[in-house]
């Protein structure tokens, strides 16, 4: 879809759109896409409850710039309850969402970080490329990973569920672990990626037991934080995001097993679910900030105590952090 189409002719295709959504009984809800005239530049045009998604000034993804984050002394080590949970894998349509089982009685607390609150794990979002060159919703430095993971926790202090939590202050937290190509997979990820055959098509589920959320989660205590929206519609601005500062590893194989799933059910399954990833949005002077002290870990004898740090990191020699 072109930029330049007025704003006259997209509303008369979104009625077209709607139109059709209402005779073939689909709901509301599945009315956007990756691409085309219900592609992110529109998500805000297609429902006025999205419009964040067209207005918000804080909205995710955003492209982190290293030049740019803030260290901030403040920031605690995060912390993520170590034990193992069961929940289902699901082809929603959109991404593949692993969800904690709703009866689970030892929930997986999230705390510490930037957190003011103690959250409760929710959900896993993979978005990933179909070619290794995209795929990360967050870039740094511009540079795209081929795969993203998000951890999606609720705020238990001050909501009773994830659904009140998405549109309320403080609401919900994500953590971001990027993924990187390599030989051997990080093993939580394969147990995530072992049911990807029988999801193939959009609505399919599956039951994935004895995940490790924390073992996720890379060998590093460092991370970017950000305040942000959802990526998705309705584009909350609910989201203290955590981009831990190490990637993850996920095979070719696997990434493969990712590129096979559908967006559709068996008899019409319209398109590949993968390039499900919101481009970058404009930072509008929000502060990154970051709990690595470059001048502690990098240049041990400087010694100015500036919160601008000079520091200068690219995509490549990022995995060293
Ligand atoms: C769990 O949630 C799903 C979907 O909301 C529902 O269908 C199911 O009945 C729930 N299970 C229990 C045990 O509450
Ligand atoms: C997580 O928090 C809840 C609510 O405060 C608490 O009941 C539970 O014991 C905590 N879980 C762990 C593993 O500490
Ligand atoms: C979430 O909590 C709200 C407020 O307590 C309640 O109205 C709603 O039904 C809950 N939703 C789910 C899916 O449990």
Request: glycine share 8%; with cysteine.
């Amino acid at each position: 879809m072109h930029r330049l189409v007025g704003t006259a002719a997209v509303s008369a295709l979104l009625q077209i759109l709607l139109y059709f959504a209402a005779v073939t009984g689909v709901s509301w809800e599945e009315w956007w896409t990756y691409d085309g005239i219900s592609g992110p530049a529109f998500w805000g045009l297609i429902n006025p409850e999205w419009s964040l998604c067209n207005k918000g000034r804080r909205q995710s993804p955003v492209n982190l710039e290293p030049e740019k984050l803030l260290f901030d002394p403040n920031l605690r080590f995060l912390h993520i309850d170590k034990h193992r949970i069961n929940g289902l894998i699901s082809n929603t349509g959109h991404s593949v969402i692993f969800t904690v089982e709703n009866e689970t009685r030892h929930h997986i607390n999230i705390t510490g970080g930037p957190l003011s609150y103690k959250y409760q794990f929710h959900e896993i979002h993979i978005h990933y490329g179909l070619h290794d060159q995209f795929g990360s919703e967050h870039a740094i430095n511009g540079y795209s990973f081929p795969a993203e993971i998000q951890i999606f926790g609720f705020n238990s202090q001050l909501y009773s569920n994830f659904s009140e939590a998405l549109h309320k202050a403080q609401g919900i937290v994500s953590i971001s672990l990027l993924l990187q190509l390599g030989d051997l997979s990080n093993p939580e990820l394969r147990v995530l990626t072992e049911e990807l055959e029988n999801i193939k098509y959009g609505g399919a589920e599956m039951p994935v037991n004895k995940l490790s959320v924390r073992g996720l989660l890379p060998d590093t205590d460092y991370y970017m934080t950000y305040d942000g929206s959802t990526t998705a519609p309705a584009c909350f601005e609910t989201v203290t995001w955590i981009i831990v500062n190490k990637p993850i590893y996920i095979t070719k194989q696997q990434l493969h097993g990712l590129r096979r799933l559908m967006q559709g059910d068996a008899k019409h399954p319209k398109a590949p679910l993968g390039n499900n990833f919101r481009p970058p949005q404009p930072l509008h002077h929000r502060a990154v900030r970051t709990n690595i002290d470059f001048d502690l870990n990098k240049y041990p004898g400087k010694t100015c105590p500036s919160m601008q740090r000079n520091m200068h990191y690219k995509a490549k020699s990022w995995t060293q952090y």
